[in-house]
């Protein structure tokens, strides 16, 4: 994947948390060294001249750290206001993201968030997947993309 399609979610994963979460701590690394088993997958669809998914993974730990630096509450297991809370990041994140593209001449745009895996059936010609570190947990994120139009997909 080219570098200017990695480097908007990068960005606005790191703008989100250190506004919302007041995480300054903030790095990425290669995914190789994202291990986790227990997870939430939110999985945000994008549509307009770029088509795919992005779906962050957030370990649980990571997930229920968030939701108490959000809420001031302690919260112990993965539940329907956690899910709700991270999906609403996620969906914060992309939206961010498209803004930033929209800068590119790309018009985009994101469909609700859902709870789910990737979806390792399609074929993508852009894809990335990258590892943030922060106090506060890492999340990894698998970012699939296809030009709608495919002539473009030798310009990318």
């Known amino acids: 994947m080219p570098t200017k399609f990695y480097v908007p979610f990068l960005q606005a994963t ?4 250190e506004l ?4 300054s701590d903030i790095s990425d690394r290669p995914v190789e060294s994202f291990k986790c088993e227990d997870e939430l ?3 945000i669809e994008i549509v307009g001249d770029l088509v795919g998914e992005v779906v962050y993974r957030f370990p649980h730990e990571t997930s229920l750290n968030i939701v108490n ?4 509450m302690e919260m112990e297991l ?11 990041i996620s969906n914060i994140i992309s939206g961010n993201v498209m803004t930033m593209l929209a800068g590119e001449d790309l018009t985009c745009d994101i469909r609700p968030p859902r709870l789910k895996k990737a979806d390792e059936s399609k074929q ?7 590892c943030i570190s922060t106090s506060a947990g890492d999340v990894c994120l698998e970012i699939r993309l296809n030009p709608n139009d495919p002539s473009k997909q030798a310009e990318n």
């Open 124 to 130: 993508y010609a852009l894809r990335n997947n990258c």
């Open 14 to 17: 790191c703008n989100v948390f």
């Open 78 to 88: 993965v539940d329907d206001f956690v899910i709700s809370a991270i999906s609403e």
């Open 69 to 72: 630096i959000m809420s001031g």
């Open 41 to 43: 997958d939110i999985s």
């Open 20 to 23: 919302m979460l007041d995480l």
